[in-house]
């Protein structure tokens, strides 16, 4: 799996908490309004961020199992939940996550969380990790899922091809296999509903706009800008012209999906 950059996880996480879908949330929290604990496996955790938004909206007796690939990741995770001084159970688990996720299951949480992780793996691996869930019969809460749509203002003559080329990007192998991108929450909600799940979904989009979210605008810019010069599609000089403009933009809606499944 690539790995992020901790610098960008903590500049996305205000943005990420804002944008959560409330009636999504709102049903995990009402699952679990009866339960004296509750014990989490969050995957692909980065940095916590998850941890941090969903834990105030559950019993407080909570135990947690953050799992990414990346250990440094994790470190952070850790000394960020624990500086906070947090009374919870938190462990940590670094996981190939593209081959023995469903390994995770043996800790019989009783709720799997993921944020901004399904658009990163491949269609395969999500019907076979929805198989491994609906083995042990678990409820998953996915947020914050890419669905390929962008609005930028002003609007700029290039944002029709630059994101074409960055969906063509998404695409690509993060370890996963061929990335299921924009259509991952399609995907991931089919599988679902196949297995016998029973769906709660709602639109979760970033909203950018202002001083506050200038800086996270210019470092969309730059990761979609360099992404699409990746895949050589488009005229460098033409990512070079979008990007120096969208760097100064107004505003910015990034689209994404939440959706808790439960049997």
Request: proline content about 5%; aromatic content about 8%; glycine content about 6%.
């Amino acid at each position: 799996m690539s790995g992020f950059d901790p610098d960008w996880l903590r500049l996305r996480e205000p943005a990420d908490r804002r944008a959560r879908n409330a009636n999504v949330l709102n049903a995990v929290t009402a699952h679990f309004a009866d339960h004296d604990t509750v014990r989490i496996l969050d995957i692909g955790c980065g940095l916590g961020s998850n941890f941090r938004a969903l834990s105030p909206h559950l019993p407080a007796a909570q135990s947690w199992s953050l799992a990414d690939h990346d250990a440094s990741l994790l470190r952070g995770a850790r000394d960020a939940i624990c500086g906070a001084g947090t009374a919870m159970s938190v462990q940590t688990h670094c996981i190939d996550l593209a081959t023995d996720a469903a390994r995770l299951l043996d800790l019989k949480p009783d709720i799997v969380t993921a944020a901004a992780f399904f658009d990163l793996v491949s269609a395969s691996w999500i019907r076979d990790f929805v198989a491994a869930l609906k083995a042990w019969n678990l409820p998953l809460y996915a947020v914050l899922t890419y669905d390929g749509t962008e609005q930028w203002r002003p609007p700029h003559p290039a944002d029709a091809a630059v994101l074409s080329a960055f969906h063509a990007h998404q695409a690509g192998n993060k370890g996963f296999g061929p990335a299921a991108g924009p259509k991952a929450h399609e995907i991931l909600a089919a599988a679902l509903r196949d297995a016998g799940y029973r769906l709660i979904e709602g639109d979760s989009p970033w909203r950018l706009a202002g001083a506050e979210d200038a800086t996270l605008i210019a470092a969309l810019a730059a990761g979609t800008a360099q992404a699409v010069r990746e895949t050589g599609l488009l005229p460098v000089s033409d990512i070079d012209a979008w990007q120096a403009a969208r760097a100064h933009t107004r505003a910015s809606v990034v689209g994404h999906k939440d959706l808790f499944a439960y049997s």
